[in-house]
């Protein structure tokens, strides 16, 4: 009997030496404010081994142990790797990753690797990850919307290539463009600004909807758009990418990290382009796309010791782009419209950064930056000419006054007890202080069709916010900033945000706020300047102001075993004063005046995702868009805008993204067309535009140390069916390019390879 006992004990005992012993755990991000929060799709790998899994929505995970190693490697897009060493009788982690954005930048929390959104941030911030750009072919900032379903990117005109961001409706110009929290591609340079930052370069894009914050300055309306280089951190010691497309455009990117010392290391940044072929697709005699050769140089220096942490750089441009009709380039047939534009741009950079000792966090900032741009172009017989020198400075004081810990309390996040969340919110309030003082110069000198404009602006403000947070689930930003212009007077930009944490699945929020800008009309109408059209300054043109409200909502929930995210947000923008562009009362003029009526936006959106199946995630979006403006005494519809816009985006990826594809489907709604009827029949457009469908798709092979990627925009081949009005006569009085809606170039095939080490 106790044979058989014993004999039992030693196979229960052997048999136990065959049963895999597993970890299991949870993945969390940690932001700026170190704030945690569960991280869905993380992946966890033993090192070495291809051995791995990927983290549920609730960022958990579960994988088996191996004898090759005891080294857990965890990553996730956004936030800095981290390897875990596990001891031998260890079988249960909790592991923090530290996000790799900046502490002013905005962390990326979400849904999705591609496309996120902030549950954190007070103000609705959606981001494009590096993964998200890798989505398109990303050449430059303009394509780089593609697969987000907030930003629309619109041609000017039909040849030169300029492009514009609609943001809520409106043109790109009343949104604030930085790059890393400096306002830039401003004035002159936001004729081609989108084409000017290469996507090899970024990191990632922020989106913010509405009233921004006042640090960082007066100008944003509609929001503002955030582009963010590779850092330190997150940039490759070594990174290349050739594209070419079935246009003939061919480009190259190099960036390079360079270690200098422990506390200092410095980026370059290399980018060429060139597109050299003539197209004529619809034979109307215009070539189809601009010929392009773009040389850009970027070089970025981190520089850290103790508290103390500053980055500088340079940058410098050249460009040369040449439009019109077929055969006019090289001869330059005098005989037929051509369109040439030659651009210079050179920039410098600096953020310092220093943390005061003290009982609180404290620090001190000093931003400053200068450009220089120089753009000599013409239209056919319409010549423009423009220089722009630019010095932006902004010197703030930064603290915070944080909650006292009880005596005893050990030192834990709030969300060690979920159940316990907000009763524990409630306890740490938080008191955040930004105040400030800025200065922005411009001088512009400009020549239009031979007249001399000269403009130079200085305006220097100063600014003040404070942030009260954890109140009852409740954070409150207000700010407000008094600017001095030398030529318009004293303004004032009020702006106020609200966030309340119902839960932890439902993120309401709320803002209003004032923006203040000035016009520059050439550059912010170049699509005119490819026309006959005659511009008409009816009246000496004000300041644009403008006032924006903004709702939304986020919301988390579960069903039928996966997770849904839902973002709704309702966003008005009412103008004070605006200048208004009426292209309707004349085919041959476009006029220029003051707003003498009333002006708004309405723009509703709301988006959902989820994953559809394991490595399969869907976004599905629908936008309205209520935009109408005084038009010589007659409140109209905007012309050229969709009033209605559908997105539907696939992102498919294997384990470990070994391959990855991604297909979108984009509806955009009719919309009114400016006023053709007083033109002779031949040249009249209708009064509307057709609803169009585009479909877009890209597959990504990854291998060790590179990407194969291979794609298609607009599969279909749409394209606009009469992009230049009048083109049988280019120098008679109806010739027209600035009407377009739709896409001009048919469908365009890709391919590139990405290298890194």
């Known amino acids: 009997m106790k044979k058989n006992i014993y004999l039992v004990l030693i196979v229960f005992i052997l048999s136990l030496s065959f049963v895999k012993a597993e970890i299991s755990g949870t993945v969390f991000g940690i932001d700026a404010d170190g704030k945690k929060a569960a991280l869905p799709k993380a992946s966890v790998q033993w090192l070495n081994t291809g051995i791995g899994t990927l983290t549920d929505s609730k960022g958990r995970f579960n994988i088996e142990t191996t004898d090759k190693t005891n080294k857990l490697v965890v990553s996730y897009i956004g936030y800095k790797k981290d390897t875990i060493v596990i001891s031998k009788n260890q079988n249960n982690i909790e592991v923090k990753l530290k996000s790799e954005l900046e502490l002013d930048e905005v962390e990326i929390v979400g849904h999705q690797a591609g496309n996120?959104?902030?549950?954190?941030?007070?103000?609705?911030?959606?981001?494009?990850?590096?993964?998200?750009?890798?989505?398109?072919?990303?050449?430059?900032?303009?394509?780089?919307?593609?697969?987000?379903?907030?930003?629309?990117?619109?041609?000017?005109?039909?040849?030169?290539?300029?492009?514009?961001?609609?943001?809520?409706?409106?043109?790109?110009?009343?949104?604030?463009?930085?790059?890393?929290?400096?306002p830039n591609l401003r004035g002159i340079a936001s004729m081609f600004g989108l084409n000017y930052v290469p996507g090899p370069w970024m990191e990632s894009i922020q989106i913010s909807k509405g009233a921004a914050s006042v640090v960082d300055g007066y100008e944003s309306i509609t929001g503002q758009i955030n582009v963010s280089f590779k850092k330190k951190e997150s940039a490759e010691d070594f990174y290349s990418n050739i594209y070419a497309n079935q246009q003939g455009k061919f480009e190259g990117n190099i960036n390079s990290k360079i270690p200098l010392a422990e506390n200092l290391n410095t980026i370059i940044f290399l980018h060429a382009n060139t597109l050299q072929f003539e197209e004529d697709h619809n034979n109307d005699s215009f070539l189809d796309h601009p010929m392009v050769t773009q040389f850009n140089f970027f070089n970025h220096w981190e520089y850290f010791v103790d508290d103390f942490h500053s980055q500088f750089g340079v940058k410098a441009l050249y460009e040369d782009r040449e439009a019109g009709q077929k055969g006019f380039f090289p001869s330059k047939n005098p005989n037929l419209y051509g369109l040439n534009i030659k651009t210079e741009r050179y920039e410098v950079f600096a953020k310092n950064g220093y943390v005061l000792p003290s009982e609180q966090y404290s620090s001190i900032a000093m931003i400053a930056s200068a450009s220089h741009h120089k753009q000599d172009s013409y239209f056919g017989h319409n010549t423009y000419n423009g220089k722009q020198n630019s010095v932006y400075l902004n010197l703030l004081y930064d603290w915070k006054i944080e909650p006292l810990h009880h005596q005893g309390e050990e030192e834990e996040s709030v969300e060690e007890n979920e159940e316990e969340h907000l009763h524990e919110a409630e306890k740490e309030i938080s008191h955040h202080f930004v105040n400030g003082?800025?200065?922005?110069?411009?001088?512009?000198?400009e020549e239009f069709k031979g007249t001399g404009y000269y403009r130079n602006e200085i305006v220097p403000g100063v600014y003040t916010e404070y942030t009260l947070s954890n109140v009852f689930g409740f954070t409150f930003i207000a700010g407000v900033r008094a600017d001095f212009h030398n030529i318009h007077g004293t303004f004032f930009t009020p702006r106020f945000h609200l966030k309340y944490d119902l839960s932890e699945n439902i993120i309401l929020r709320a803002s209003a706020g004032k923006g203040f800008r000035t016009s520059n009309i050439f550059a912010e109408n170049i699509g005119s300047l490819a026309s006959s059209r005659n511009f008409v300054i009816e009246e000496s043109l004000k300041p644009e102001e403008a006032v924006n409200y903004g709702i939304n909502a986020n919301i988390k929930f579960d069903l039928f075993g996966t997770e849904f995210t839902l973002n709704s947000e309702f966003y008005r923008t009412d103008f004070i004063n605006q200048i208004v562009v009426d292209m309707d009362r004349s085919p041959r003029n476009v006029y220029f005046s003051n707003l003498h009526g009333d002006s708004y936006s309405n723009s509703f959106q709301t988006d959902l995702s989820f994953t559809l199946f394991e490595g399969m995630d869907l976004m599905a979006a629908y936008r309205l868009n209520d935009v109408k403006t005084t038009f010589n005494g007659v409140l109209l519809e905007k012309p050229l805008i969709s009033k209605h816009k559908a997105f539907l985006n696939f992102a498919y990826s294997t384990l470990f993204r070994e391959w990855m594809a991604d297909f979108t489907i984009d509806f955009n709604g009719g919309g009114r067309l400016p006023n053709t009827s007083s033109n002779p029949i031949e040249y009249r457009l209708p009064e509307k535009f057709d609803s169009f469908v585009l479909l877009h798709a890209q597959i990504t092979k990854t291998f060790d140390n590179f990407e194969i990627y291979v794609g298609a925009e607009n599969l279909t081949g749409y394209t606009q069916p009469v992009p230049v009005l009048a083109y049988q006569n280019p120098f008679g009085e109806y010739f027209d390019s600035s009407?377009?809606?739709?896409?001009?170039?048919?469908?365009n095939i890709y391919f590139g390879l990405r290298w890194k080490i």
């Not at 750009?133 to 780089?144: R, T």
């Not at 987000?148 to 604030?176: C, F, H, R, W």
């Not at 009407?739 to 469908?747: E, F, L, S």
């Open 116 to 182: 996120t959104v902030s549950y954190s941030s007070i103000s609705k911030t959606e981001s494009i990850t590096s993964q998200g750009l890798k989505k398109a072919a990303c050449c430059n900032l303009s394509e780089s919307f593609q697969t987000n379903p907030s930003v629309d990117v619109e041609y000017t005109d039909a040849m030169s290539g300029a492009k514009q961001i609609q943001l809520l409706g409106l043109q790109g110009k009343y949104v604030q463009m930085l790059t890393d929290k400096i």
């Open 437 to 445: 003082v800025s200065l922005v110069y411009d001088e512009f000198i």
């Open 739 to 747: 009407i377009v809606y739709a896409p001009i170039t048919g469908r």
